[in-house]
């Protein structure tokens, strides 16, 4: 049992650097990049206004558009943040991917609305963001979301922190 920790990690360092011999090769991330994408994202949020950390939990779809050297993603975003009160957002999204190898790093950006309860407030939502995505093979990839989050006439504003774990069947 104690030998396992250390054949998983051959196996990624084996996995990565079988696909650094491939590196021009962009096939990987345009093939889970493209069409549409419904997710499932868990994160962290770091409140840089008032209010205390806690997570989140939300829903995001998009349509990846490959054009060459980008894929543009227009979707949807809703979220539920947990602390010592609740925020709930939703926002139209624009998601740019630069497709390099098996790496597929990203910017976003979102407008919509945001509700905070404990005092009610609500205003237009602002979101931006980056994150990348790295595709170890055909059915698996790694990646991170940083995302900062205004809700205007409140006082939330955060920085958010996500994971990205994919798995393909």
Do not use: C
């Amino acid at each position: 049992m104690s030998k396992l920790p250390g054949f998983a990690a051959s196996a990624l360092v084996l996995q990565l650097w079988s696909a650094q011999s491939h590196a021009d090769d962009t096939t990987i991330v345009r093939q889970f990049e493209r069409g549409f994408r419904l997710t499932i994202a868990p994160s962290v949020y770091f409140p840089t206004g008032a209010g205390k950390t806690g997570f989140g939990l939300g829903i995001e779809g998009r349509y990846g558009i490959d054009l060459g050297s980008v894929i543009v993603a227009p979707g949807a975003m809703f979220t539920t943040y947990f602390g010592d009160r609740n925020v709930y957002t939703g926002a139209g999204t624009v998601r740019l991917t630069f497709p390099v190898g098996r790496f597929g790093p990203y910017v976003e950006g979102g407008l919509g609305f945001g509700g905070i309860t404990s005092p009610s407030q609500s205003g237009a939502l602002l979101m931006a963001g980056a994150g990348f995505m790295l595709y170890i093979g055909d059915r698996l990839g790694l990646g991170l979301s940083v995302r900062y989050e205004k809700i205007t006439s409140s006082d939330f504003e955060a920085v958010i922190l996500g994971p990205s774990i994919l798995l393909t069947f």
